[in-house]
């Protein structure tokens, strides 16, 4: 039994704002970390511009993924 908690009245009408909303972020990376924050800071709210190389793009784009 999971009994769920109270909700005040006007929880829903507060508006739900992310932390980073506003902020515009740049990327220029080109190995794994990199995108992953990029990924985790647009979640948060952030506008994410990836730069990419012309014609090629990124690099992780031609590894093979790993198993095991």
Request: proline letters at 14%.
């Given at each position: 039994?999971n009994?769920?908690?109270?909700?005040?009245?006007?929880?829903s009408?507060?508006?739900?704002?992310?932390?980073?909303?506003?902020?515009?972020?740049?990327?220029?990376?080109?190995?794994?970390?990199?995108?992953?924050?990029?990924?985790?800071?647009?979640?948060?709210?952030?506008?994410?511009?990836?730069?990419?190389?012309?014609?090629?793009?990124?690099?992780?784009?031609g590894?093979?993924?790993?198993?095991?």
């Open positions: 039994m009994p769920q908690l109270p909700r005040s009245p006007d929880a009408a507060a508006p739900r704002t992310r932390p980073l909303e506003g902020i515009k972020v740049v990327d220029f990376s080109t190995l794994l970390p990199g995108p992953f924050a990029s990924l985790m800071l647009a979640d948060a709210g952030a506008s994410v511009i990836k730069i990419e190389k012309p014609g090629s793009g990124d690099d992780m784009r590894y093979e993924p790993r198993l095991g």
